[in-house]
């Protein structure tokens, strides 16, 4: 549990002792059980919204994928690739999964020679692995590889094929 969340947990805890304490006509033990109730509720709430955050970043980084595209010619990252890593930034900077190492893999297409490949797609893992470490990702929980152009996701030879191979795909360690 975060700092932040235990702050609250702790002033829900003391304002709830507080109206107990001010109510007067209840007994001591009464007093001690209706705080219990309280804290047990105020935990449960907490809790339940961390589990309803976990499980709505979930499914964002379903729905945005776990590949970044780029222009040709091109290691900067898009508002739409920035969306898709801020997601997967949220997962990775939680405390819970601070063992977890992501390999940012660097791919191109076919055009330009093999060493130029290589040198731009360590280039957009990079510049991926940089938009993770803003978000607040560790450095020691990223990889980066480039793969050039051998690792097509298509294998066509005209652009269609080509925007799909211009991308840093995240892999997450097992």
Same mark, same amino acid.
């Given at each position: 549990?975060?700092?932040?969340?235990?702050?609250?947990?702790?002033?829900?805890?003391?304002?709830?002792?507080?109206?107990?304490?001010?109510?007067?006509?209840?007994?001591? /033990?009464?007093?001690?059980?209706?705080?219990?109730?309280?804290?047990?509720?105020?935990?449960?709430?907490?809790?339940?919204?961390?589990?309803?955050?976990?499980?709505? @970043?979930?499914?964002?980084? /379903?729905?945005?994928?776990?590949?970044?595209?780029?222009?040709?010619?091109?290691?900067?990252? $898009?508002?739409?690739?920035?969306?898709?890593?801020?997601?997967?930034?949220?997962?990775?900077?939680?405390?819970?999964?601070?063992?977890?190492?992501?390999?940012?893999?660097?791919?191109?297409?076919?055009?330009?020679?093999?060493?130029? @490949?290589?040198?731009?797609?360590?280039?957009?893992?990079?510049?991926?692995?940089?938009?993770?470490?803003?978000?607040?990702?560790?450095? $020691?929980?990223?990889?980066?590889?480039?793969?050039?152009?051998?690792?097509?996701?298509?294998?066509?030879? /005209?652009? $269609? $094929?080509?925007?799909? @191979?211009?991308?840093?795909?995240?892999?997450?360690?097992?």
């Amino acid at each position: 549990m975060s700092i932040v969340k235990m702050g609250k947990v702790l002033f829900i805890l003391a304002s709830a002792v507080f109206l107990f304490a001010c109510a007067g006509s209840n007994t001591t /033990d009464e007093k001690a059980a209706e705080s219990t109730e309280a804290t047990t509720e105020a935990v449960e709430q907490v809790e339940s919204a961390e589990a309803a955050a976990k499980r709505l @970043n979930k499914e964002a980084r /379903d729905a945005a994928g776990t590949t970044v595209y780029f222009e040709l010619d091109e290691d900067v990252v $898009s508002s739409q690739g920035r969306a898709t890593l801020e997601a997967h930034a949220w997962f990775l900077s939680h405390a819970d999964n601070s063992s977890i190492v992501v390999t940012v893999n660097g791919h191109c297409d076919e055009r330009g020679t093999p060493a130029y @490949n290589l040198a731009l797609g360590e280039r957009r893992a990079k510049a991926v692995a940089q938009i993770l470490m803003s978000f607040g990702v560790s450095s $020691s929980q990223i990889q980066t590889v480039s793969h050039g152009e051998e690792q097509p996701a298509s294998v066509g030879h /005209d652009e $269609s $094929s080509w925007s799909q @191979n211009r991308r840093a795909a995240l892999d997450y360690a097992e």
